[in-house]
């Protein structure tokens, strides 16, 4: 029997854009997902096509139990999380000796079939190895961690990535004049971001623009709008949604002092909010249970 565990995730900057080729900076938050895995004759009913992919990838057959303290489909990177860390745990549990890299690799392997090709390594990436990553083309560069002191208001509106990915994908496809300017500025965020990491005032300021963009680029919803406007009235340095959109989470960053503050102002608007940081870890092998 083996347990992992691997963290959330939100973007501070980038998303839809990085499905592109552009930058983004994504960071590992601390809610988790804990998976166990056992070696067993035959495979226990999984009913998540990213779980099924796990087992068919790695050539076993075992049981899992899964424990989150993620929200599923809500921009924080659950479906990345529960991939990674039961790659991890059949890994371990199976001798397999894969390096992170290659399970990170794998993962986002499954993540781009389950979503039909239309998905970014962030999420993967980000739950394998933790921290701050500025996501490129073809490279990931990890940024030296900040305190960021965000807080995460959920919707409760489920979405799905796929569809939103796809939307944008078609926008593009019937709109290129519009979406190319679009997607070349959300990644202008993420560059004026990266002189900015200890200015939090410039960084929430960035983080409005990225909101803006996003909205234009069509995966906003009211319900987030409304988090986000409350939660700079009540003193964040700056909010925007997170992840693929449509629903899900927001993300404010704030002055320590004012947590509390901005949190109350997000359950005032029948949400849920969630006071979190950076998670430096990434997969992490957790007792048996
Ligand atoms: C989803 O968390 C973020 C998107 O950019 C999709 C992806 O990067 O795979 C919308």
Redesign the pocket.
Known sequence: MATWSAPGKV?LFG??A??YGKH?VAMAIRPRVYVTVRKARRMSEVKSPYLEECFRQMGVQGSLYIRSQLPSSS?L?SSAAVTVATLSAINDEFGLSHSREEISTIAYEI?KKV?RG???P??TYVSSFGGLILMGASSKRRLPPPGLPLVIGNTGISHN?AR??EMVADFKRTHPEIVVPLLDAIEGTTKRALHSLNNPRELGWLMNVNHSLLEALGVGHPVLARLVLAARAAGAFGAKLT??GGGGCMVALCPSRLRSRVAGAIKACDASPLITTIDTEGTRKEKDV
Do not use: L, N
């Open positions: 973007f998303e839809h990085v499905v983004g921009g990177g993540e979503q239309r998905a970014s962030t999420d990535t939103m990915v992840g693929a």
